[in-house]
């Protein structure tokens, strides 16, 4: 038994030695005949001796999983999609935003932005444990049999890598990999694939892993994530990057110029320049460029919008532009009566997808642009999900056609629309009457960041409201068995999980209730400011404009956003129906147990490295209790909670406006009074 357990140790790490050089190195250290034959041996004695069978087995890379169901995953750290810049202009306004936040001096690295699926890499004691796609941002699917089976994902890390780590990056099609699949597929007589991303992101879904075996997908890995508080050891995102590669994962570093270390941001434009003209020489698709600031400590200090990190941000190259025929313009409602008028196109093929439609934003656009019905337009992809146009060929105009006439009235309902001072969109004002609003009210209100009902979505609502069952979101929780068990599309188990799914829901906790109601402006972290702030909801319908602009990040134009809502009785009505239901309308006792009032008035700023609790902890301590965060140093700071390795210039700067500086343990003194 020695002998084959040691043989089959010296097989593994023989073919694991193999597809490393070959898949990451791009160096062949062996025969396509001599893999196969020492994989078959080993094949075999797995056979043999199915207790010396490895879960990361070089024969793993085959495949042959079947998986039914991908399960949803939580991401232990969110997976944010980045901010999108188009020009040098964007780019230096968004590091004058960054730089406002710091004193320090920024050192940016700029990487290829991979065309492709993004995925997160768990590791543990050096094997690889799970992989998850992105999702939403806070759960994705489960795909770990299928990733497994990309050679360039190591199974087995090498070298000295943390006990635990999650790496981050993109799985993509590689151009001589998609073209010989559409080739096969030809011969086959099935419909060719698009594009190289969905098909990336197609294959990754397929319930037979060795499928996605054979299709040749590729990965570039370069976000690091240790248990070790994100990185600590290492002073930035190179060199963690770096230090990746040594335990044998595929990452930019060593490549042509894919990663680059730039000062300013000529650099990064000079990274960008270059890449918009070569990257038809890359073997893979990339849609632009990412800019990210390298200190980690920098990063820290800056944090996260609600959808992004503010240290880090996209540039799109250029989007591909087709020039196709404006067939008619018609006119969309959104949940708030916000009217977007919609550009239906002769259907012309743009970056690998057949465009027939593309927003025209508001009336303000159509005359810009003096768009009309029969024109011959430029459309582009450009980072929206929706294309949009972007100009007219004025020498292929016919002489006949006639300028756009905005609508006056509601497409849906025939309201007559308003637009008021200072907005570019004109809206709809029946707000209780219009279907479209009424709908899409509470298709938002189920929505994941919202309620995430269970058995819930779209379509069902639109389904409920057409059967006369529901009108706003309090409706759904009268719903009873016998009025759905007779509609289309449903059956006991699909009514069962659907009034589960309402019963769950009245856990969720306030701020994402308050959320889900949809009052314009508030978005979920003004959500989360408000409920932290004013704990009930009553508290928030009886505060004044004024004293809402002074609710941390809280402005005008929101805070007459709330007032106005609450203004009107049939919104307190809504609430007060929800509140019979049994949602929950106010911090839980397990929130408010957690929060005082003692740092109320205070304004700190947290800099350097901490011992007892990380950053993002010391935050939350100081909102609990009543404090409020701020990233820069100004002559309003109360308290500078100073740790190791604080940055020099914000400890002058300090020094200077003579802000009072504390260590942790007397922040934490002063919070025990």
């Known amino acids: 038994m020695e002998s084959v357990e040691a043989e089959i140790k010296a097989l593994t790490d023989e073919l694991n030695e193999a597809n490393h050089q070959y898949y990451v190195m791009d160096n062949s250290v062996m025969s396509d005949y001599d893999f196969d034959q020492k994989l078959k041996r080993l094949q075999q004695l797995e056979e043999e001796n199915h207790a010396l069978a490895d879960e990361n087995s070089p024969t793993k890379r085959v495949g042959g999983d079947i998986t039914k169901k991908f399960k949803s995953v939580k991401h232990d750290i969110p997976m944010l999609s980045l901010a999108n810049t188009y020009s040098k202009e964007e780019l230096e306004e968004w590091e004058a935003r960054n730089q406002k936040l710091t004193d320090d001096k920024i050192t940016y690295v700029c990487e290829l932005k991979y065309d492709g699926v993004a995925i997160g890499i768990k590791y543990k004691n050096g094997q690889l444990l799970q992989a998850v796609t992105r999702g939403d941002g806070s759960k994705g699917e489960e795909v770990t049999s299928n990733v497994k089976t990309i050679r360039s994902i190591p199974l087995q890390l090498r070298g000295d890598y943390p ?9 993509f099609y590689p151009l001589a990999n998609f073209q010989k699949l559409n080739e096969e597929r030809e011969e086959l007589g099935e419909a060719t694939f698009a594009n190289p991303r969905n098909t990336a992101s197609g294959t990754l879904k397929m319930q037979d892993s060795a499928v996605v075996a054979g299709r040749g997908l590729d990965c570039m890995l370069y976000g690091v994530y240790t248990n070790q508080s994100n990185n600590k050891e290492y002073p930035g995102h190179y060199e963690s990057v ?7 994962i595929k990452t930019p570093v060593g490549k042509p110029r894919y990663i680059a270390i730039c000062e300013n941001i000529d650099q990064i434009m000079d990274f960008v320049n270059h890449w918009d003209k070569q990257r038809s020489k890359l073997p893979f698709e990339i849609d632009g460029v990412v800019v990210k600031i390298n200190d980690y400590r920098i990063q820290e200090e800056l944090g996260f919008t609600a959808k992004s990190p503010r240290w880090a941000i996209s540039y799109k190259f250029k989007a591909e532009a087709a020039l196709t025929r404006l067939n008619e313009i018609t006119y969309q409602v959104g949940r708030t009566g916000a009217i977007t008028p919609v550009a239906n ?23 810009k ?21 972007t100009g007219v060929e ?63 979505g779209s379509e069902t609502i639109e389904l409920l409201f057409q059967e006369t069952l529901v009108k706003s979101p309090a409706d759904l929780y009268e719903l009873t068995f016998e009025q759905l068990i007779n509609l289309e599309r449903f059956a006991e188990k699909s009514v069962n999980n659907l009034l589960s799914g309402l019963v769950a829901s009245k856990q969720v906790r306030f701020e994402r ?17 408000l409920a932290k702030h004013y704990k009930s909801i009553d508290n928030i319908i009886a505060a004044s404009q004024e004293e809402l602009v002074n609710v941390d990040e809280i402005g005008d134009k929101i805070a007459e956003s709330v007032v106005g809502f609450f203004a009107d009785e049939r919104n307190i009505q809504e609430v007060e129906r929800l509140k019979a239901h049994g949602l929950q309308f106010e911090l839980s006792e397990e929130q408010l147990a957690n929060t005082t009032n003692k740092l109320e008035g205070l304004t700190f700023v947290i800099s350097g490295v901490f011992e007892m609790h990380s950053r993002d902890e010391l935050k939350a301590m100081i909102e609990n209790n ?48």
């Open 626 to 673: 009543g404090g409020k965060n701020s990233s820069s140093i100004s002559k309003n700071t109360s308290y500078l909670i100073r740790g190791d390795n604080m940055g020099p210039s914000k400890l002058a700067k300090a020094e200077k406006l003579e802000v009072k500086m504390i260590s942790e343990m007397e922040f934490v003194a002063l919070l025990n009074g």
């Open 242 to 248: 770096e230090a990746a590669a040594t335990w044998g």
């Open 369 to 389: 642009l003096d768009i009309r019905v029969g024109d011959f337009v430029y459309v582009e992809k450009g980072g929206e999900i929706i294309p949009k146009i």
């Open 394 to 456: 004025l020498s292929k105009r016919d002489l006949l056609v006639v300028p756009v006439e905005y609508i006056k009235n509601c497409p849906e309902c025939g309201t007559e629309l308003i637009r008021k001072e200072g907005e570019a969109q004109h809206y709809c004002q029946n707000v209780l009457g219009c279907p479209p609003q009424i709908t899409g009210r509470m298709q938002h209100f189920i929505s994941r960041k919202a309620m995430d009902i269970d058995g819930l």
């Open 163 to 171: 006990e635990e780590l999650e790496i981050r990056g993109e799985i």
């Open 513 to 529: 209730v308050l959320y889900g109601i949809g009052i314009r402006f508030v978005g979920e972290t003004v959500a989360k400011k």
């Open 345 to 367: 196109l002769q259907p012309v093929s743009l970056a690998g997808t057949t465009v027939k439609r593309a927003s025209l934003h508001n009336a303000d656009q159509i005359e």
